[in-house]
């Protein structure tokens, strides 16, 4: 091994890593390489920009060398260096949760939109009454804690069935500050629930990929837990198996708002709508893809509130 054509300096380490991942198939080869080096020296990658011209301690090397080793067999970046931003706000993830999506956060956008404009309909001047929001598969507790830190009046509810997931989620919840407005709980969907509890909003990101598609995503979607991803034959097992249960636990005028696969918007809203939900509507992601289904429990009638 000759120390003249070793790579010495960052930056030569980083295009290296670069190369190999992008001769190893990896889509964002230099991003992954770079956030991956940022992890390793514990800083951000503007600061790797910063020291492209600094050597790398031996210890940095190896560290590097297994990251972007474990990269290049398919394991996604997120896993191994164990944080994801969503929402602006830093999650530890690891394999027993999904790792935050991007189109993802169109859900928290709408779930804002809504209670803005309920906010403008009875603005009194006073304070805001609690809003009590559930999050039914909170994985990391990326929507729930999103929302947690965006609305301020939001009292949140946050379930999985994976003790572990529920692990994640609540130190999640605890690193973000909003552990003292949301509760994490094991169970599945809302069995775990007291079934005279109510919540004006209910946002759940189930998993909805048809299992015969598994086999065909990418390694690193593969390498994410299947009961976070699994939606059965037709991807929509889920819908079914909780919209009823949540939909009990909605007030009068109460929200749902669930994220779809790319082509199930049409037969999730069949869903909310044979368990008595109104006003159905969905809305598209950045890409087009109809993304998001909201739709509203049925307000009392007239005669039922005028007592
Ligand atoms: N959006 C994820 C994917 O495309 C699926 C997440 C889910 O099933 N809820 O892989």
Do not use: C, K
């Not at 600061?47 to 190896?62: H, N, S």
């Not at 290049?72 to 999506?101: C, K, N």
């Not at 979607?221 to 929509?236: K, Q, T, Y």
């Not at 097992?237 to 949540?246: E, T």
């Amino acid at each position: 091994m000759s120390s003249a054509t070793e790579p010495r300096t960052t930056l030569a380490y980083l295009q290296r890593a670069a190369d190999f991942l992008a001769a190893r198939g990896v889509a964002n080869a230099r991003l992954d390489a770079e956030v991956l080096l940022a992890s390793v020296l514990a800083i951000d990658r503007v600061g790797v920009y910063l020291r492209f011209d600094q050597p790398l301690a031996p210890r940095e090397i190896d560290a590097y060398r297994e990251l972007v080793r474990r990269r290049a067999g398919g394991e996604p970046v997120a896993y191994l260096t164990g944080r994801r931003e969503f929402w602006s706000i830093a999650l530890a993830v690891t394999p027993d949760v999904l790792i935050p999506r991007p189109e993802t956060e169109l859900l928290v956008e709408r779930v804002l939109a809504l209670v803005a404009v309920a906010d403008v309909s009875d603005a009194d001047g006073g304070a805001r009454p609690p809003l009590r929001i559930l999050d039914l598969g909170t994985g990391s507790g990326a929507l729930a804690i999103a929302l947690a830190r965006a609305l301020p009046q939001a009292i949140v509810t946050a379930v999985d069935v994976s003790p572990a997931a529920v692990t994640v989620a609540a130190a999640n919840a605890r690193e973000a500050g909003v552990a003292d407005r949301v509760t994490v709980v094991v169970g599945s969907w809302t069995s775990a629930l007291d079934p005279a509890a109510r919540f004006d909003v209910i946002v759940s990101n189930p998993p909805y990929v048809p299992t015969a598609e598994l086999a065909t995503l990418a390694a690193e979607v593969r390498a994410e837990p299947a009961l976070a991803l699994d939606g059965g034959a037709d991807g929509l097992v889920a819908y079914r198996a909780f919209v009823p249960g949540a939909v009990a636990q909605l007030t009068p005028g109460g929200r749902l708002l669930v994220e779809v696969g790319a082509g199930q918007a049409e037969a999730v809203a069949a869903i909310l709508v044979a368990a008595g939900l109104e006003n159905v509507a969905w809305h598209a992601d950045l890409a087009g893809v109809a993304r998001v289904v909201v739709a509203t429990a049925a307000a009392p009638a007239l005669a039922e509130v005028a007592v």
